[in-house]
């Protein structure tokens, strides 16, 4: 589940060096599976309870499989229609399946964009509230110690990331 290693001994393994040449995909995968594989905290492991678990349905390796394969980058409608208004309905169906009031949905001047990581999450949720809070001139103006993030111990490490991030500085903790 998690490997016994220390920091650098998995560096140690791999060359000082980037390759001259390519090298053959056997010889990629052997380095995956001697140095890369057992380097890994396995959080798909059943007795693993340290993380949150992620990927682990077959509907989510069919869904990561259609991702890469496509590779859609959907920066914007223009740069993937199908994408944005696929996630603009994925949304608004999450919107009404929690009872959300309409102006919630992208129809109105609700909406929203699916994250890749609650780290992710977090920053935006942070990155909006500060615009809200400032009329949207914290971006022109700073945070002028205007704003504070509070969070626990508990917190998780994305948590003063974002904070850090946005310009409002490691966040006071509290005890929980």
């Not at 998995?10 to 390759?19: G, Q, S, W």
């Not at 608004?92 to 699916?114: K, N, Q, W, Y």
């Not at 990581?117 to 909006?128: F, H, R, T, W």
Request: glycine share 10%; proline share 9%; with cysteine.
């Amino acid at each position: 589940m998690t490997p016994d290693l220390h920091p650098g001994d998995v560096r140690a393994m791999l060359p000082d060096c980037a390759p001259v040449h390519g090298e053959p995909i056997r010889d990629v995968l052997a380095d995956v599976r001697r140095v890369v594989i057992p380097g890994l905290v396995h959080w798909q492991h059943p007795s693993f309870l340290g993380y949150y678990p992620t990927q682990t349905s077959p509907a989510s390796v069919v869904g990561e499989l259609l991702a890469s394969g496509l590779a859609v980058q959907h920066m914007m409608w223009s740069t993937g229609p199908a994408a944005t208004e696929l996630e603009e309905t994925v949304l608004d169906h999450l919107a009404v399946a929690l009872g959300l009031p309409e102006r919630f949905l992208s129809t109105g001047d609700g909406g929203g964009v699916l994250q890749d990581s609650a780290s992710s999450a977090v920053l935006v949720a942070v990155a909006a509230a500060l615009y809200r809070a400032s009329g949207g001139r914290w971006r022109e103006h700073g945070t002028e110690g205007r704003y504070r993030l509070y969070c626990t111990d508990q917190a998780n490490s994305c948590v003063p990331k974002a904070s850090r991030i946005a310009g409002l500085g490691n966040p006071p903790r509290s005890p929980p």
